[in-house]
């Protein structure tokens, strides 16, 4: 009947848009993936993106969301630009942490070899690490792929080989954006903190010329400098 048809048409219709919106699908072996993420390492200089930053608990309750600009240089520096309504910059080298609070004119250092349960380092997780280092490092699991909002990214879960680094970060997961395959998201959680960090990138862009001062750790004249112990 005409009812029929017309009805036929519209289930058609849904499951065409549905099939859309999922996108493609796409087995990834783990290896070849590991592969693509050493060609994105291999020429690695500079990235650039915005990012969200959730903290929640280990019952799933939002503690905290902010947004910010990350830059990243192919020496393991890290830049997080915090916007307000609390602006601050952290700072992140391979020995220290710093967190500068320019409206507060002040900035608190950590010293990462004291404060090992300090997460900004694994915001490198898939930016400058290589397939290799990832395999080398931690377990590595295959969690299948899935739509970050335009993007189509495949999931590992990463759960670190030495129970050292275990104690601090019990398991990530690395979300990878198969177009470029630059992270789309990071979810840590944290052994020590009882909490949980996602992390989630757009408008990411790499090998930019960054200006080096962009990683200077010196401070505009009148900050008080303080040693965290």
């Known amino acids: 009947t005409r009812f ?5 048409l519209m289930l058609a219709a849904l499951l065409a848009t549905a099939a859309l919106a999922e996108g493609p699908k796409i087995s990834w072996d783990l290896d070849d993936a590991l592969r693509q993420v050493d060609r994105q390492a291999d020429d690695f200089k500079s990235a650039m993106a915005r990012v969200d930053m959730v903290r929640r608990d280990l019952d799933g309750k939002e503690l905290s969301s ?3 600009t990350v830059f990243m240089d192919n020496r393991g520096n890290i830049r997080l630009d915090v916007d ?3 602006p601050r910059t952290l700072m992140v080298t391979k020995s220290y942490v710093y967190i500068h609070y320019p409206d507060q004119m002040r900035v608190e250092s950590y010293k990462l070899s004291r404060h090992k349960g300090r ?6 997780l898939g930016f400058t690490n290589s397939g ?6 931690y ?20 759960t670190p080989e030495k ?3 275990r104690a601090v970060m019990g398991r990530a997961q690395l979300w990878i954006d198969q177009a470029s395959w630059m992270p789309a998201q990071q979810v840590i959680a944290a052994s020590g903190r009882g909490e949980e960090l996602t992390l989630t990138y757009t408008h990411v862009a790499r090998n930019l010329e960054l200006n080096p001062d962009l ?14 112990k």
């Not at 290799?132 to 490092?137: A, E, G, I, P, S």
């Not at 990683?215 to 965290?228: L, Y």
Request: hydrophobic content about 25%; overall charge negative.
């Open 215 to 228: 990683f200077s750790t010196r401070w505009p004249r009148g900050t008080d400098k303080q040693t965290m």
């Open 119 to 124: 997460m900004e380092p694994y915001i490198r």
């Open 84 to 86: 307000g309504p609390t």
């Open 139 to 158: 377990l590595l699991t295959a969690l299948g792929e899935r739509d970050i909002g335009d993007n189509r990214t495949l999931g590992l879960e990463l």
């Open 4 to 8: 029929r048809r017309t009805l036929g």
């Open 132 to 137: 290799r280092d990832l395999k080398d490092d």
């Open 163 to 165: 129970e050292s680094a």
């Open 66 to 68: 902010e947004t910010g």
